[in-house]
């Protein structure tokens, strides 16, 4: 048997594990770990389990590099001690789960990241320059816009499932804005989402992400962003560097999250 410690684990990730008598498979594999669904009615589950090469999200696993990692079909279940997966593979929970929050900014830091807002709109601009145009861009532009004349947060339910992917560009863009929203203390917005039936409107690991933000748990470059943007001790170059990190994640999903912190209105 091949036991691993698990080195990090997101908040969300940590709570639903840690219910004992799940069981699902491993239904995909990447280059640096692989994605299980706990596909049990009416609890179902997307865990990624991916090694320190890929920035933690609240429902993800970081262990270390293994090369006999389980194949794509291999059943798991959760046990009192952690995941175990048919064939020997065990992995160990950690005792503390890292919640991946964004807190609100202070005055000051607020302050700090409005300054720094045309900056961050280059740094999109530049990392759309050197990526194939996202065919759905104009449909959550136009939807972007309806919101802003409005102010209606009901009309943000349109981004929901719009692209194509695991998690569409609609749904990162959403996830970028609720981290722009959560770190300048706008939080208004939440309630029709927390409402919101997600699950019904796009894939299960997407749905989980939108869940995730509207508690306030984020992708970890999106949480370094938001950070490095208030911080009075992160040079101009340090942002730069932080949107660059987050526009660098996935095909198109980076820089769908970047687009939404920029469309923050409280910037």
Known sequence: MTTVTAIRIGGHAHRYLAAAGRSGHVVSAFRHGLNVLFDEEPDPGF???????VPLHPWAVEIGEHADLPDVGTLC?????????D?????????????LTIEPYSA?????????????????????????????????????ERWRGTSDPAILLDLIGLGSGSTPSGDDVLVGLLAGWTAFGGIECLAILRDEGIESRTSLPSAQMIRAAVDGSFPEPLQDLTLALGQAEVSPSGVRDSAAQLANQGATSGIAMLAGVVATPFA
């Not at 064939?87 to 919640?99: N, T």
């Open 77 to 85: 279940t959760t046990k009192a001690d952690g995941v175990r997966f």
């Open 108 to 144: 000051a830091e607020a302050e700090r990241a409005r300054g720094r807002w045309t900056l961050l709109m280059d740094c999109l601009t530049n990392a759309r320059r050197d990526r194939p145009p996202d065919p759905f861009q104009p449909e959550i532009d136009t939807i972007l």
């Open 47 to 53: 865990v990624s389990i991916q090694t320190c090469d």
């Open 87 to 99: 064939g020997g593979f065990r992995v160990i929970l950690p005792e503390q789960a890292d919640e």
